[in-house]
């Protein structure tokens, strides 16, 4: 039996193991368990879901030292992005708790009988239900936010879903402690038994996504991985929804105005965006268009001088080290790219290192390549001579979950037109922002044509419960099997009545 | 070149060529025009796309006799029938127009900047778009509702997407007629070119599947059918949404105290339901489980007298013709199944005819066959001893659009149990009703697991729209750069701010 075992990327040496890999009988129990706990777990209802998730919240808040420094120890993230990460897993817990209390997420209606021009109508009366058991495969990058007490975690649990996780093997250890967190408190608050289980090993991922009993699979990584997943999911009997995170380039547009007014600003903090946590986000600016001419060469200037300053950088793990090696170096070798900067070397042998890389490229004859995702800190410049130029090169980014125009104080004619230009490709515009740091609100979307993602729904935010859950409706039923939440007198939540929204005061 | 042609199912001839099969060059010339129709349609806004759905159905209601003549010649379904579905589809597109009135299909959400507990939060803005050109495959067996000027080109159409339509070869006439009174009410109206197009042909199908304008495909049909365009759409380098509705059993439970009180009168309407349009319903009843006993015997003596008396149908194609004749002399064949009752037989030679037929089994020991749906008058009733023989059988039933409950007067016991196993297998629960006959509104849902819908939405009614549209997040915008219903000071829609859901009169 091979066991997962917990590497530390500063050193590149083997620490501890963590578990043996689940074998596919054991996956096979975990999921039987999993569809056991369904009927129970939806059957709380969503005051006690709610409350479920604020005590793993609190659980997990209770454990904070241990788990952070765990993070750490894997994943080199530092403790002060760790703790930020913390805070915002606990956030997330508590605001499903938020949604599920407000209850507009049931999309509940009701259509009274009655005639139409159609004919005479059934009593029709609509809400949304839990899928049933969710597979969720966490990120490498974010330990905690997108992993196993994350945001597919959360939403899955508050729609009413038991979790089944794939422990990430770049953070074994610290899946395991943070699942038996989350395990313990969720027996002790008296959540079925079931609700929550975990698998280890690539083997063990693959036979839980083939299992009868798992009815969605949420997943963020690579292309490669996600087309994997989809392909044992096509070969099921029955396919199940996937939602996957997959790729993202992120454009930046910094418009003449906007390099005019604050290059040097611009350039400095697009840097510390994209080597934020090692250039390993999904938001990270991978393609920076710039003007070209003196404005747009201060904006280069300073973006040379930041990532020339910048030290050697621990990746996650040696897969994603000896990746960045390949292809931050496939990308340099590219006809038409110029290597502008570099960051320092790493100190000594050992460890998963990357050097910062900051590369150049011309608008017009845009190099097919350079519209590759790179994990890592690297970011290519794209030298524009005019609106033209800019937006025929565009035309041939991929799609990607952000996008981002950097404009002049008051402008908005070009910036519209970008703007215009990159919704086909975007979930999340921004302006004069940075990408990486995503808000957990509301009217968060995180999500984007493909390859960012596969579907039309988001990771993030308080819509990402709607993916596991599907509609049903429920004809002429008799009040006593209606859900409560569908019957006459229910006033809790908003609903659709006869046509017309109603909010719980109106 | 090969011309599609239109066929007479009540006698089998060719009566007419109705169009050359679409050119892969011509495909690629309509996906052009409707990709560059698609931000025209989208600036409409949703008061002229409003009324552009009004147009289209005013413009099919003036030529209502010549489209109801010309589908009756095609598919047989009768003119009394073929004016329902008229009517039915003109109330659709108005009630879309109604969806993008009210205007909460966008899911305006507002979070202004301010303070979180994890930190500052930008101001975030988020509703859905439209996804772009919209490939729409209709279905044989509904040439108004379900086609050319069906659910999903009325959906596609409210979201602001462009329409391109595979014209199906059952009713090839009908498509380029109505196609031909659509486009010319959309022209009338101002509606951009290219907001309307057609393809004849299979080839020409599966060329607008992979065409890189088309940006989600809308199917009803056969999970063979749905298995070849997903095929194609899983080789596109981005794979898009694929919407498909493709097999449906329908499980009906009769419980005893229903069979009691009212057999005979069960008996003969599920019978009804099951023949109707000669049984080309996705929501046809294909297994209905009845008591044994004497109670049970008298729901089946009823059914056996109806299925007797019924004279042979027309189907609406060979293939369907052929595809029945097979399908159910091998469902009469399976081991333990009893062919109970034989419609009458085709009068003379020629035409598509079906003999409807009634088949039996026994609830234990269910034939695995027996779930298999076969297209057509045709349905097995499956007797059960008792609850248990009832949910074990249930467990064997693969997903559907419906399930049906008839129960005894106040009877929620078992009916509730009934229910609760039935859930997870369906999209819609009916209690003391028949599934066929799917009303359009706001509270309906036709759609379920695999194999019923390969997704977690609806085709018919109102939240049919959400399938053509994305989010997107907008980010610290400039008021001029926002779509005028994430504005500050719009309230004409309901829309969520900063959490709060406010109706326009809130």
């Given at each position: ?5 917990s590497t530390?990327p500063?050193t590149?040496?083997a620490?501890e193991?963590v578990?043996?890999e689940?074998?596919?009988a054991?996956?096979?129990?975990l999921c039987?368990?999993a569809?056991?706990?369904a009927?129970?777990l939806?059957?709380?209802g969503?005051?006690r879901r ?9 659980a997990l ?8 420094a765990l993070?750490d120890?894997?994943?080199a ?6 703790n930020g990460?913390l805070?915002?897993?606990t956030?997330q817990l508590?605001?499903?708790?938020e949604?599920l209390r407000e209850g507009?997420?049931l999309e ?11 004919g ?6 609509r809400?949304?239900v ?9 990120a490498?990058n974010?330990p905690?936010?997108f992993?196993v007490?994350?945001g ?5 649990l508050?729609a009413g879903c ?6 990430h093997?770049s ?29 280890f ?8 996504v083939?299992h009868?009993?798992v009815?969605a699979v ?7 991985g996600g ?10 009997p029955?396919?199940v929804?996937f ?9 930046v547009?910094?418009?003449p ?10 350039g400095?903090?697009t840097v ?6 090692a250039?390993q986000f999904?938001?990270?600016p ?11 060469d201060a904006v280069?200037a ?6 020339s300053g910048?030290?050697a ?6 897969g994603?080290?000896?990746?960045y090696?390949?292809t ?5 070798q590219?006809?038409?790219v110029?290597t502008?900067?570099r960051g320092?070397?790493p100190d000594?042998e050992g460890g998963?290192t990357?050097?910062?890389l900051?590369?150049?490229a011309?608008?017009?004859?845009l190099?097919?390549g350079v519209?590759e995702?790179c994990?890592?800190p ?6 524009y001579?005019d ?7 565009l035309?041939?980014?991929?799609s990607?979950?952000?996008?981002t ?6 402008e ?7 703007a215009?230009?990159l919704?086909?490709l975007a979930?999340?515009?921004l302006?004069?922002?940075y ?6 609100s509301?009217?968060q ?10 579907s039309q729904h ?7 419960i709607?993916r596991?859950l599907?509609?049903?409706t429920?004809?002429g039923a ?18 659709r009545v006869?046509?017309?929204?109603h909010?719980?005061?109106?």
């Amino acid at each position: 039996m091979t066991d997962v075992v917990s590497t530390d990327p500063r050193t590149g040496a083997a620490v501890e193991a963590v578990a043996p890999e689940t074998t596919t009988a054991e996956v096979a129990a975990l999921c039987e368990a999993a569809l056991a706990a369904a009927p129970a777990l939806e059957a709380m209802g969503r005051e006690r879901r709610a409350a479920l998730l604020d005590a793993l919240a609190d659980a997990l808040e209770a454990r904070r030292e241990e788990v952070v420094a765990l993070a750490d120890r894997e994943t080199a993230l530092g403790t002060t992005r760790l703790n930020g990460e913390l805070t915002r897993t606990t956030y997330q817990l508590r605001l499903f708790g938020e949604v599920l209390r407000e209850g507009s997420y049931l999309e509940a209606t009701i259509d009274h009988a009655g005639d139409t021009p159609m004919g005479p109508r059934p009593d029709l009366r609509r809400m949304l239900v839990p899928l049933g058991p969710v597979a969720v495969f966490g990120a490498s990058n974010f330990p905690l936010a997108f992993s196993v007490p994350g945001g597919d975690t959360a939403s899955a649990l508050a729609a009413g879903c038991p979790v089944l996780l794939k422990a990430h093997g770049s953070h074994a250890a610290t899946s395991k402690l943070v699942f038996e967190v989350l395990a313990a408190a969720a027996a002790g608050f008296g959540a079925p038994e079931g609700t929550l289980g975990i698998v280890f090993g690539q083997q063990a991922g693959a036979d839980l996504v083939a299992h009868p009993a798992v009815r969605a699979v949420g997943f963020t990584g690579s292309v490669t991985g996600g087309k994997a997943l989809l392909r044992i999911i096509e070969s099921r009997p029955d396919p199940v929804p996937f939602f996957g995170e997959l790729s993202s380039l992120n454009p930046v547009v910094v418009t003449p105005a906007a390099a005019a007014e604050r290059g040097e600003r611009i350039g400095r903090e697009t840097v510390a965006s994209f080597t934020l946590g090692a250039g390993q986000f999904c938001t990270k600016p991978g393609l920076v268009f710039v003007p070209a001419g003196a404005e747009g060469d201060a904006v280069v200037a300073a973006m040379s001088e930041a990532v020339s300053g910048s030290p050697a950088q621990v990746l996650l793990n040696e897969g994603i080290a000896g990746s960045y090696g390949r292809t931050s170096a496939e990308l340099a070798q590219l006809p038409g790219v110029r290597t502008l900067a570099r960051g320092g070397q790493p100190d000594g042998e050992g460890g998963f290192t990357a050097v910062p890389l900051l590369l150049s490229a011309d608008a017009v004859d845009l190099p097919a390549g350079v519209t590759e995702e790179c994990f890592g800190p690297v970011s290519t410049v794209v030298r524009y001579e005019d609106e033209k130029q800019l937006l025929a090169a565009l035309e041939e980014v991929p799609s990607s979950l952000t996008a981002t125009v950097q404009r002049g104080t008051g402008e908005t004619d070009l910036p519209g037109t970008v703007a215009q230009a990159l919704r086909p490709l975007a979930g999340r515009i921004l302006f004069d922002a940075y990408p990486t740091g995503v808000a957990v609100s509301w009217a968060q979307h995180h999500g984007g044509p493909w390859p960012s993602t596969n579907s039309q729904h988001t990771s993030v935010g308080t819509s990402a419960i709607r993916r596991f859950l599907r509609p049903v409706t429920w004809q002429g039923a008799p009040a006593e099997l209606l859900p409560a939440e569908l019957t006459d007198g229910f006033t809790g939540i908003p609903r659709r009545v006869d046509g017309v929204l109603h909010t719980p005061g109106s």
